[in-house]
Nanobody
Framework: QVQLVESGGGLVQPGGSLRLSCAASGIIFSVKPMAWYRQAPGKQREFVARITNYGSLNYADSVKGRFTISRDNAKSTVYLRMTNLIPEDTAVYYC?????????WGQGTQVTVSS
């Protein structure tokens, strides 16, 4: 059974930083691309960042230069380092992977950027 468990969210002031973690189980983590998405209140879920199993990176334009995705295959964990946070980054952040045609999601972790 595939499980993704996010952690690391919280309340942060504008300009601050957070690191999100997503621990995966039930998959051969080292061969899986992993991604982060987010969903703000009243908006659709949107892509944030992706890392392939061989380390290729993709970012949404809105987070380029501020967010960094990385992975630790030994820990079956993917990270999202977020810096220079702005109020528009406020959302529930979700970890994602795929097994065949099926998308798997974690429960999400809330990030709130506010003074």
């Amino acid at each position: 059974q595939v499980q993704l468990v996010e952690s690391g969210g919280g309340l942060v002031q504008p300009g601050g930083s957070l690191r999100l973690s997503c621990a995966a189980s039930g998959i051969i983590f080292s061969v899986k691309p992993m991604a982060w998405y987010r969903q703000a209140p009243g908006k659709q879920r949107e892509f944030v960042a992706r890392i392939t199993n061989y380390g290729s990176l993709n970012y949404a334009d809105s987070v380029k230069g501020r967010f960094t995705i990385s992975r630790d295959n030994a820990k079956s964990t993917v990270y999202l380092r977020m810096t220079n946070l702005i109020p528009e980054d406020t959302a529930v952040y979700y970890c994602n992977t795929q097994q065949g045609p099926i998308d798997y999601w974690g429960q999400g972790t809330q990030v709130t950027v506010s003074s």
